[in-house]
């Protein structure tokens, strides 16, 4: 992927430095949530979901590592970078998208954290990977999640941990549309469907991400090999591909973030058509 350093987005929150975190509130999983934690369950037979207070009655987060050296820290300042790039150039395309409809787009902020982070959702470990808080309109990531994807799960490359970003930014484009909102209300009204609800959000996320990779294709962004690593990082949270890899049947009654199939179709929707309204995957519900 081509980028450029234009230092830190104005909507960066770096919050690497801190080290503690009050209360014990859990937020949902987010995109690559369900990664580390549901393998090491089936591995151990322990619930580390309600360990790490990701279940109903769960505690707190997880405890907190050592401190990074300079050194790591200053390693880790390039990809502070791109990732800032990423965020910036996603917001600009949603921002565009939004003014050709007469509609005012608010940037999200992206909080950068180690080990834990409180948030206007609760308190997450960094195991619950990259999510996006509608309360605050915040998008939380530890960067070691990209680590995760490249080495346990196989999707390597830079353009593969833009998709992850561009996908919370499309829970953000929902929360500003009011399809959150919306979810929400189904869910409450018929729970027997909520985790159905869930796919289709996720799957919207999905389409949103394409949105922006058609975008960044347009602009002589994307390089050869881009659009795959993109769908290979869809593929690898997938709920049943998760499943899989835990050693665990998948269960579809049980999905909340949509099979690899779909979530590289719905990917690859919103990469051809580059229209958002390609993206209705909320209407079979």
């Not at 990664?35 to 309600?50: E, K, Q, R």
């Not at 881009?226 to 997938?238: K, R």
């Amino acid at each position: 992927m081509k980028w450029e350093d234009r230092g830190r987005s104005k909507n960066l929150d770096d919050r690497r430095g801190r080290r503690s975190v009050r209360g014990r509130t859990a937020v949902p999983l987010g995109i690559g949530g369900v990664l580390l934690v549901f393998a090491l369950s089936a591995l151990t037979g322990t619930d580390l979901f309600a360990l790490l207070g990701l279940s109903p009655g769960g505690g707190g987060g997880a405890p907190a590592g050592p401190p990074p050296t300079q050194q790591e820290l200053s390693l880790e300042e390039e990809h502070v970078r791109f990732v800032s790039y990423v965020l910036d150039d996603v917001q600009a395309t949603w921002s565009d998208v939004f003014a050709r409809s007469d509609l005012g787009y608010q940037d999200a902020t992206l909080v950068l954290y180690r080990d834990a982070v409180e948030s206007g959702c609760g308190v997450a470990p960094s195991a619950s990977g990259p999510f996006y808080c509608p309360t605050d309109g915040g998008i939380y990531l530890d960067l070691s999640f990209y680590e995760t994807l490249r080495e346990r799960y196989g999707a390597p490359g830079d353009f593969a941990e833009a998709y992850v970003l561009a996908h919370e930014i499309g829970h953000h484009v929902q929360n500003l549309l009011g399809t959150m909102a919306e979810v929400r209300q189904q869910q409450q009204a018929r729970p027997n469907t909520a985790n159905e609800w869930s796919v289709a959000l996720e799957l919207q996320a999905d389409c949103y991400a394409g949105i922006w990779a058609a975008s960044a294709e347009a602009r002589g962004i994307m390089e050869h090999g881009d659009l795959e690593e993109g769908l290979t990082a869809a593929a690898a949270v997938g709920d049943d591909h998760l499943a899989n890899r835990a050693g665990r049947i998948p269960n579809q009654e049980t999905f909340t973030h949509g099979t690899s199939a779909q979530r590289t179709q719905w990917f690859r929707t919103g990469f051809e058509t580059g229209d958002p309204t390609a993206c209705d995957t909320l209407t079979a519900n």
